[in-house]
Nanobody
Framework: QVQLVESGGGLVQAGDSLRLSCAAS????????MGWFRQAPGKERELVAR????????YYGDSVKGRFTISTDNAKNSVYLQMNSLKLEDTAVYYC???????????????WGQGTQVTVSS
């Protein structure tokens, strides 16, 4: 059974840092693209960051560039999202997702975690 399990969310103050983790199991994800998404109340789901397990082809949304870093640990089958200089508008449920590789750069995320809440207060 394929599972993506996020952890690391919580309540922090603006300017603080958090590190989200996503543990993947149930299949080999080495060729997959891993993404972090977020969804705030009343807003559409947003792609925050994306990477291949090799660490290549990394993408960041404009709203998090320079503040967030996505990384992988193949030995632990885990993906991380380091979030620095958090802002009030970063408050959302954060989801880890996995997509099979494609030749056109358009990814369909087949697997999703249950999400972890990140709340940034002033």
């Amino acid at each position: 059974q394929v599972q993506l399990v996020e952890s690391g969310g919580g309540l922090v103050q603006a300017g603080d840092s958090l590190r989200l983790s996503c543990a993947a199991s149930g299949r080999t994800f080495s060729s997959y693209v891993m993404g972090w998404f977020r969804q705030a109340p009343g807003k559409e789901r947003e792609l925050v960051a994306r990477t291949r397990w090799s660490g290549r082809s990394t993408y960041y949304g404009d709203s998090v560039k320079g503040r967030f870093t996505i990384s992988t640990d193949n030995a632990k089958n885990s993906v991380y999202l380091q979030m620095n200089s958090l802002k009030l508008e970063d408050t959302a449920v954060y989801y880890c997702a996995a997509a099979p590789p494609t030749s056109n750069g358009r990814y369909s995320y087949d697997y999703w975690g249950q999400g972890t809440q990140v709340t940034v207060s002033s």
